[in-house]
């Protein structure tokens, strides 16, 4: 296809536990808030440090969930999953750091642990259909890039049959049949989700993607264009945009040297008439 399509994987859950003396969990609490506050403002290193400190007063799953965000944020993916790992060792049953191991694992392209955890959260009763709708969104995106891809649309459907308002499936099923060059109905998905969230990078991209198909590379570029503008960090309508001025400045110098022969051409019949009869 040439262009590049944003898929939209799942948000990190986080969580909240009790442990320890009153006092511990009074120092903790603190300490975590700083954590948060740094994590929140990009501050990788200070919330590493504050939430390292509150593992020292008392350890549990919900600070190395935590802790396992920060590391997963700076793409050290291997400290992220034995941090998760760690807070699982302390309690199994701890799902926000479970479902974050999977998010780790396909992010470092571990699809097939991914599916697996994934697949273990769905069968867990008692979800909120929230956490379901997820599970199955992140399901598909792993299942698709594994190559999986009826099993993918499979999952997004799934989810989108549990919270029709989930913004994430509307935009892997685009992705999904614009692969399949169903663009009529990859339109219809970015549609749906624009309309639930009119600044839906992920969307204009695809959208953008149609229009580069359809060879119309001006209102392809006005689209990568627009979803930069809603997120400057959508990097498949960064990469797209570039595409696009390579395409157009292709189809200029290629205009420019088809008017330059047209010119030679006529310029010759003008001389080849000019010259005098015999």
């Known amino acids: 296809m040439g262009c590049v399509l944003e898929t939209m994987v799942g948000r990190l859950w986080f969580g909240e536990q009790q442990g320890g003396s009153v006092a511990q969990q009074e120092q903790v609490k603190e300490l975590v808030?700083?954590?948060?506050?740094?994590?929140?403002?990009?501050?990788?290193?200070?919330?590493?440090?504050?939430?390292?400190?509150?593992?020292?007063?008392?350890?549990?799953?919900?600070?190395?969930?935590?802790?396992?965000?920060?590391?997963?944020?700076?793409?050290?993916f291997a400290k992220?999953?034995?941090?998760?790992?760690?807070?699982?060792?302390?309690?199994?049953?701890?799902?926000?750091?479970?479902?974050?191991?999977?998010?780790?694992?396909?992010y470092a392209r571990n699809y097939e642990d991914a599916i697996k955890i994934f697949s273990?959260?769905?069968?867990?009763d008692g979800l909120n259909a929230s956490l379901l709708a997820h599970a199955n969104n992140d399901n598909g995106c792993a299942q698709n890039r594994k190559g999986d891809v009826e099993l993918a649309e499979?999952?997004?459907?799934?989810?989108?049959?549990?919270?029709?308002?989930?913004?994430?499936?509307?935009?892997?099923?685009?992705?999904?049949?614009?692969?399949?060059?169903?663009?009529?109905?990859?339109?219809?998905?970015?549609?749906?989700?624009?309309?639930?969230?009119?600044?839906?990078?992920?969307?204009?991209?695809?959208?953008?993607?149609?229009?580069?198909?359809?060879?119309?590379?001006?209102?392809?570029?006005?689209?990568?264009d627009k979803a930069l503008v809603f997120d400057n960090r959508c990097e498949a309508a960064y990469i797209n945009k570039m595409l696009v001025k390579r395409m157009l400045e292709a189809t200029l110098r290629q205009a420019q040297g088809e008017r330059g022969q047209a010119q030679e051409d006529m310029q010759e019949k003008l001389e080849k008439a000019a010259e005098p009869k015999e």
């Open 33 to 76: 808030k700083l954590g948060f506050d740094y994590y929140s403002s990009g501050k990788d290193k200070e919330a590493i440090d504050y939430f390292k400190q509150a593992l020292k007063v008392c350890e549990r799953s919900d600070i190395y969930n935590n802790l396992g965000m920060v590391y997963l944020r700076k793409g050290d």
């Open 154 to 224: 499979k999952s997004f459907q799934a989810a989108l049959a549990l919270d029709d308002k989930f913004i994430r499936p509307y935009v892997n099923l685009g992705n999904i049949y614009c692969n399949k060059g169903k663009f009529d109905d990859a339109k219809v998905q970015y549609d749906k989700a624009i309309e639930l969230d009119e600044k839906c990078a992920a969307a204009y991209n695809g959208l953008g993607v149609i229009a580069f198909q359809d060879g119309d590379f001006e209102s392809a570029g006005k689209l990568f």
């Open 80 to 106: 992220a999953v034995n941090t998760y790992k760690k807070a699982l060792s302390l309690d199994r049953g701890y799902i926000p750091a479970y479902y974050n191991l999977g998010i780790t694992l396909y």
């Open 120 to 124: 273990d959260v769905l069968k867990i």
